[in-house]
């Protein structure tokens, strides 16, 4: 979150153009399932383990997890020949600070 927005000046168009990235990708119900999944297992998951726990392929999975690491929702770690996903921290305390700064309420 930038200055004018904490000085209580609005939604600066950077911090804007952001938070719509954030909800563009959780638009679509089968990547909330997905972050949610991650968060849960509290462990850095294969793209295999996330497509035995969610009804959808392998080439979804992988296209979701793109979606979400482009806004860092999620971490991708590569480890030998295969990439792991995570939650990104982080995100469990900035996601919250924006929706409050959108919705025009001072931290």
């Known amino acids: 979150m930038n200055e004018a927005t904490r000085a209580g000046q609005g939604l600066s168009p ?18 909330v399932r997905l972050l949610n999944l991650l968060a849960e297992e509290r462990r850095p998951l294969t793209v295999g383990e996330i497509t035995e726990r969610l009804p959808i ?9 793109k979606l979400l690491a482009e806004v860092r929702f999620v971490l991708p770690e ?8 995570e939650v990104n921290a982080a995100c469990l305390e900035c ?4 929706v409050s700064a959108i919705l025009g309420r001072q931290p």
Request: aromatic share 12%.
């Open 78 to 85: 590569r480890q030998g020949a295969s990439v792991r996903y």
């Open 14 to 31: 950077e911090d804007a153009q952001t938070y719509a990235g954030w909800f563009r990708a959780l638009a679509d119900p089968m990547r």
């Open 95 to 98: 996601f919250p600070a924006a």
């Open 57 to 65: 392929g392998q080439s979804t999975v992988s296209h979701h997890l």
